[in-house]
């Protein structure tokens, strides 16, 4: 592991710390400024149309039978795997489909609920039957996507590509209740992006001496790193140790330029990996009552997490005891929300690619508009050639239908609280503001991807070469 992706340190116990002091206010980062600039316009052009779609518009009738027929169909097929000893051939055709296809669809429908696009607009104002269908209805599931949702999903959309705050480091570390940006969980495998990488581990200093009595069986090199931080540290008997590490930076490190096919390796055995970590980690949480990797957190925090995960593993084990005591069923699941992610699976197209730097001769989407904004805020983002924080997959009515609308990415960071199911219609009250055509070429997109990664959602457009705008505006 690479130096920037393993740190360590060493401090005595009795050692008085500070707790860090309250983070400000996020502020909005440039590529959601954008995204409001786009908004102003588009609802100075077409305010009733599209006023009508966040106001008249509502996932009741399709969010709600959709989100049953998901976790209804999610918790049999996972039964099916267990009571049926489905071989594990079968068991991950099943997982590629039709259950990765129903996990997102049950992501994508939490996501309207938390949004307040789900529910009629009476029923808003009932923010504890939103919280309920949130948290009950992320069930089953191997890991879920409720502690992104709830904490990482609303700030993602002020803070999307911000050089202070989207960072490892400063998520792991935050003692905010929220995310800085819970994106960065999943670009961080994909992307380049600024500052520090984390979560920051700390161990009694008893497992440093266990792992130095260990590397010195079975390495006599003297020159060894790890080895010269032990010989410094072995007489701090009352230390405890501190690791800084990433798995996501790890699998990232690995990259290669223009080597899409490793890339796309190395990334799928860091998401899957890490993934796999989460399973465990609900069972420490669990437990504990902590969540480890985020040791600044409030309480709050950290009692919703263990409330969340003590239910979420019943269910699991319920599944695995009625499957059959398999686990197969956990298994089943696990693939479910990890296919959908990966290549080559058609979802995995919009699931990198929503949030680049993508490079247009103008600024609004990868269409013919020109943007009025002069404000130097903006930087390369709200000029014509500048670059294009988030990008929308089109590849035809059935691709929609098949994500539930989670390709419209662009269009959600418009507008956010317009429901799924409307997002193509907002494309076609405004089409100037967004690229034109509905074949985009799903493996095409994936190479273009893995083969050169961009900064995450234009976060530092301006030190990208010429080269590389050439390499991506040819794609």
């Not at 009795?14 to 860090?20: I, L, V, Y």
């Not at 990232?252 to 796309?264: D, E, I, S, T």
């Not at 020109?370 to 294009?388: K, N, P, Q, V």
Request: aromatic share 12%.
């Amino acid at each position: 592991m690479s130096s920037t992706t393993c740190q360590s340190t060493t401090l005595p116990i009795d050692t008085p710390t500070t707790a860090p002091s309250p983070s400000p206010p996020l502020k909005t980062s440039p590529a959601a400024e954008w995204h409001q600039q786009r908004r102003k316009q588009m609802l100075t052009k077409y305010g009733p149309e599209i006023k009508s779609l966040e106001r008249d518009s509502h996932g009741l009738y399709v969010g709600i039978p959709l989100l049953l027929l998901a976790n209804i169909s999610l918790a049999s097929l996972a039964l099916y795997t267990g009571m049926a000893s489905l071989p594990w051939i079968p068991l991950c055709l099943l997982a590629v489909f039709p259950g990765s296809m129903f996990s997102l669809w049950q992501l994508q429908i939490l996501h309207d609920c938390l949004h307040g696009s789900l529910l009629p607009s009476s029923s808003k104002k009932n923010r504890k039957l939103q919280d309920g269908i949130l948290f009950w209805a992320s069930m089953p599931s191997a890991f879920g996507y409720y502690l992104y949702l709830k904490y990482g999903h609303l700030s993602h959309h002020r803070s999307v590509g911000d050089k202070d705050n989207a960072s490892l480091e400063r998520l792991f570390d935050s003692s905010r209740s929220e995310f800085e940006d819970g994106d960065v969980l999943f670009v961080a495998h994909r992307m380049k992006l600024k500052g520090g990488i984390g979560p920051t581990l700390q161990f009694p200093n008893i497992v440093k001496k266990w792992s130095t009595i260990t590397t010195n069986h079975h390495t006599n090199n003297e020159n060894n790193k790890n080895q010269k931080y032990n010989d410094a540290t072995d007489n701090n008997d009352a230390g405890t140790w501190k690791l800084t590490m990433s798995i996501s930076n790890s699998g990232f490190q690995m990259w290669k330029q223009l080597h899409p096919v490793r890339n796309a390796i190395a990334f799928t055995s860091s998401f899957l990996f890490e993934r796999i970590m989460l399973v465990f980690n609900d069972g420490i949480v669990a437990l504990t009552g902590r969540n480890f990797f985020f040791p600044n957190k409030p309480d709050s925090f950290h009692k919703e997490c263990a409330t969340y995960c003590r239910c979420a593993v019943m269910v699991r084990a319920a599944l695995c005891i009625l499957g059959g005591f398999s686990w197969k069923p956990l298994v089943f699941l696990y693939l479910c929300e990890t296919l959908w992610s990966l290549p080559p699976h058609p979802a995995c197209a919009m699931f990198v690619t929503n949030h680049g730097s993508k490079f247009s001769p103008n600024n609004n989407g990868g269409n013919d508009h020109e943007s009025s904004s002069s404000s130097s805020s903006w930087g390369t983002l709200g000029m014509d050639g500048g670059c294009i924080p988030s990008y929308s997959t089109y590849a035809g009515r059935w691709y929609s239908l098949f994500t539930l609308g989670t390709n419209y990415h662009c269009e959600h960071h418009d507008f956010p609280n317009i429901p799924l199911h409307k997002l193509g219609k907002l494309r076609e009250i405004a089409p100037e503001y967004y690229r034109r055509g509905s074949n985009d070429n799903l493996l095409h997109t994936m190479r273009d991807a893995f083969s050169t990664p961009d900064f995450y959602a234009c976060m530092d457009a301006s030190t990208i070469t010429s080269a590389e705008v050439e390499f991506e505006s040819g794609s």
